[in-house]
């Protein structure tokens, strides 16, 4: 069966639904688009579509990734055409690519995610600005977290922090991003950061002011779209 | 702040999903081009008000007039209330977040008693006076429909008018009226005094009520002669020509009745004694199975919901049920639609219907036999036998069922030890038909759940002379139950009977009871619906600060020359045939169903001949 890789973005309303949300959302816009889905056996059939880490309700993103089996093949850019006119405001396909037989599964290969962070400040920005590197410069950063079985243990999040790529300051808003493990095998939850560096540095970060730009595949020392990553 | 910008709010909340609007199939419009504002209100959270059948339709018919922007708003949940009365955002709607108190009107569906409360506090958040008489010029009318609206006298003070029967035929004619009123910009009063005139409006305020001393209803008679003396409903003659919305929002989160429902028909040809829908939605009205089909079909189509439920008091009535089905599934089965048929009774049960059903989706299986024997049954013309739900679990089981809930009613007049017994005695048969099914056919893992509600006599049948149970007496049958009903196989779920003595109270309450709601909401009560926030102390505190006394509502016996507080409506349904049910019952007599024969219960009278399609 043709499998055929998508790349979507959540934002303004939609960015409010929960994972949960977002598979019946889609699975009722693919219906709706007509799209020949293929759907599981069993006394509930779903539709055959499988999704890379789950974003957390609040946040938006322009780089979410899912995998839909289909019955059949259909050209690419009519599939995105018509999915985009059944999808409600704020869901939307900006590209799909069918992926060869066997290839691995977007949870098998996704490990990493690039976030924009924005904030205020009133202090100096100079102060700011350097507060911030000295966060990401520290080796340890220790949070609470609670585990399968509820029991509190601590957990050091500057391992999980892969790359800090902008730091910016100007006329008091603060602009961060950064790449963190995201996936199965490690998993640094944005709020987590946030939250970590608001205690360091007594910045106030917005809300609303966490986005991820998109998910990613770290492999030796560079990063891949999800898209093009076949074995 | 604005509820424009909700968004740091909705970071903060439970669900924001409930308050984002948005969803797909949801209408927006240029509010230049409105002459009118509707808020189409109910009193309770999202994914219960969303679930509403008669939202989904009025939403788009009155969305279908080029000057009207109907909107939603619903009940806030404490947390978004806390965070609104915080940053002062006033009550909003989904669609645009304007604050409500700007609308032309705020348009109530009054399902269920308990939602009262939340009406007030929905009012106050809005910023609109509680009062209809503290109301002025550019305030929005507060107006209610729906079943508790045929005896809306508690919220008499509190609204400007309701409207009686299905807004389908009664809403064009009022807005029409309301374009005209505001062109030539009359007073409020004007208004109210034109739109009673209305077939199927009631404006409460140009009605006097006088009280005899021992507090019953003397007379409620209008204040002049133009208004009509009693106020008769409204009813969609043909349903097949009848506006039937050809898309439905999609809510992004899970709601309670997440599905396309289908409207297969309108009214009910039983008679059951307790039950207020199946007397007040008379006259038997059917769709016809090709526009149904068609209606399925496009709202697959523009909605891509997974499944379609069959919507009506009694499916099984419905006259061509069968061909139905098999037309819905060969048509949509293949795409992962189901279909799901609420409402089954349990002697018209067919297993080729289970079968049928199967191929898609299995759902439970829910029977509703009432009471626990024969001749409570007959008391109450249940018209159902113990020997038609043994076949019905029977088949269910060999089909591979193994999860069955029987729904009973508690507190039913006449209703002795031996009838409460009997609930147990029945249940242990189902359990005992399971065992006794082939190993090989039924399902692994038998669970059968029982509820019981406590009963509420309600205003427009049979029962609403009758008194109800007094709490404890409700508390000893449940406690008897609970200790008969513990099996493995079995769980055992009964209603709070201080919630059903509260809607007994309000279901057959006169004006009286006003300021006795707006007291209770003063104390902090809403969401009486819901177990969490159910105050019954507060509610108490309430009576006895307006010196009013609720077992005068709800355990007390009338009298047939009593005037009733909603004896002004006309519902179709005459006093006269609800009297005759009324004896019929204390007789155990039964009477048959309407297709075996017209039984006079007076819709005839008021709508004509043709209209009822049980008779021929």
Redesign the interface.
């Known amino acids: 069966m043709p499998v055929i890789r998508t790349q979507f973005f959540k934002k303004d309303t939609a960015k409010y639904i929960s994972h949960l949300d977002l598979i019946r959302t889609m699975q009722r816009s693919v219906r709706r688009a007509d799209i020949p889905v293929e759907y599981s056996k069993g006394f509930n059939p779903h539709s055959k579509i499988a999704y890379g880490p789950a974003l957390a309700v609040g946040l938006s993103s322009d780089g979410e990734f899912l995998d839909m089996e289909l019955k059949e093949r259909m050209e690419e850019t009519e599939f995105i055409k018509r999915l985009n006119a059944s999808l409600p405001a704020g869901l939307g396909v900006t590209a799909a690519e069918y992926i060869p037989d066997g290839a691995p599964s977007l949870s098998v290969i996704i490990n990493a995610a690039e976030y924009r962070i924005t904030g205020r400040t009133e202090t100096t920005e100079q102060n700011v600005g350097q507060r911030i590197r000295k966060f990401f410069a520290l080796d340890d950063v220790l949070i609470e977290r609670t585990d399968k079985r509820g029991r509190e243990k601590k957990l050091n999040i500057m391992p999980m922090i892969v790359e800090v790529e902008k730091i910016e300051v100007a006329d008091g808003q603060v602009v961060i991003e950064v790449i963190i493990d995201t996936g199965s095998k490690s998993n640094l939850k944005p709020t987590d950061l946030t939250g970590a560096l608001e205690r360091h540095t007594g910045l106030l970060l917005e809300e609303t002011g966490i986005h991820r730009k998109r998910l990613l595949v770290r492999r030796g020392g560079g990063y891949l779209p999800p898209l093009r990553v076949y074995d | 702040m604005t509820a424009k910008d909700i968004?740091?709010l909705?970071?903060?909340v439970e669900k924001?999903?409930r308050y984002?609007?948005?969803?797909?199939n949801s209408v927006y419009k240029n509010t230049e081009d409105l002459g009118i504002r509707f808020a189409f209100a109910f009193p309770d959270v999202y994914e219960i008000a969303m679930s509403h059948l008669g939202l989904r339709i009025l939403y788009y018919l009155l969305n279908e007039r080029e000057d009207t922007w109907c909107e939603r708003v619903f009940a806030p949940w404490t947390d978004m209330e806390a965070l609104m009365k915080q940053k002062g955002i006033p009550l909003f709607a989904l669609e645009s977040r304007d604050p409500v108190s700007g609308f032309d009107f705020l348009g109530f569906t009054l399902q269920y008693e308990m939602g009262y409360s939340n009406v007030v506090n929905m009012l106050s958040l809005a910023g609109i006076p509680v009062l209809s008489s503290e109301r002025e010029d550019g305030q929005p009318f507060v107006i209610g429909g729906g079943p508790c609206a045929y005896n809306a006298e508690p919220l008499a003070d509190i609204f400007d008018f309701f409207v009686l029967g299905e807004g389908e035929e009664v809403l064009t004619p009022i807005l029409d009226t309301y374009r005209s009123w505001k062109e030539k910009g009359g007073t409020r009063q004007e208004f109210l005094e034109r739109v009673a005139l209305i077939e199927g409006v009631y404006v409460p305020s140009l009605y006097n009520v006088e009280y005899r001393e021992d507090g019953t209803v003397k007379s409620v008679l209008p204040t002049d002669a133009r208004f009509f003396k009693r106020i008769n409903k409204v009813i969609v003659k043909d349903l097949d020509r009848a506006f039937f919305p050809e898309k439905i929002i999609?809510p992004?989160?899970?709601i309670v009745h997440?599905r396309i429902m289908l409207e297969i028909f309108r009214g009910c040809t039983r008679g059951c004694r307790f039950c207020q829908a199946g007397m007040v939605y008379r006259p038997v009205r059917e769709k016809s199975p090709q526009v149904l089909a068609e209606q399925a079909e496009r709202l697959?189509?523009?909605?891509?919901?997974?499944e379609v439920s069959l919507a009506s008091l009694s499916t099984s009535d419905y006259t061509h049920l069968e061909p139905l089905v098999k037309t819905l599934i060969s048509a949509h089965g293949n795409?992962?639609?189901?279909l799901s048929l609420p409402s089954l009774r349990i002697d018209s049960f067919s297993l080729d219907l289970i079968k049928e059903i199967?191929k898609?989706?299995?759902t439970g299986l829910t029977f509703a036999p009432e009471a626990g024997t024969q001749r409570l049954r007959d008391v109450i013309n249940k018209g159902v036998t113990e020997e038609d739900l043994m076949d019905s679990v029977g088949a269910a089981f060999s089909a591979g069922y193994n999860n069955v809930k029987l729904y009973f009613m508690v507190g039913l007049p006449s209703e002795t030890k031996e009838d409460i017994e009997g609930i147990a005695d029945l249940v242990y048969k189902v359990v005992d038909k399971y065992y006794a099914t082939d190993r090989e056919n039924r399902g692994r893992g038998l669970k059968v759940t029982v509820s019981t509600s406590c009963f509420v006599p309600k205003p427009f049948t049979p029962f609403q002379w009758q008194p109800q149970d007094k709490i404890d007496i409700f508390r000893a049958k449940q406690e008897t139950l609970r200790k008969r009903l513990k099996h493995r196989n079995i769980s055992y779920n009964w209603h709070q009977p201080e919630t059903s003595y509260l809607e007994a109270v309000f279901a057959r309450g006169d004006r009286k009871l006003s300021k006795v709601l707006i007291r209770a909401w003063e104390l902090g009560c809403r969401f009486d619906g819901w177990k969490e926030h159910f105050d019954f102390a507060k509610w108490q505190r309430a009576f006895e600060d307006c010196g009013v006394d609720p077992d005068f509502y709800a355990v007390r016996k009338r009298d047939y020359d009593e005037v009733l507080p909603w004896d002004h409506i006309n519902v179709g349904v005459s006093r006269e045939f609800l009297k005759r049910e009324n004896e019929r019952a204390k007789k155990g007599s039964t009477t048959p169903h309407c297709r075996e024969g017209c039984i006079n219960c007076g819709i005839m009278e008021l709508f004509g001949g043709g209209v009822c399609d049980a008779s021929y």
């Open positions: 968004e740091g909705l970071n903060r924001p999903a984002a609007g948005g969803e797909y999609v992004f989160m899970d997440d697959i189509k523009n909605t891509g919901y997974e795409k992962g639609v189901g199967q898609v989706r299995k």
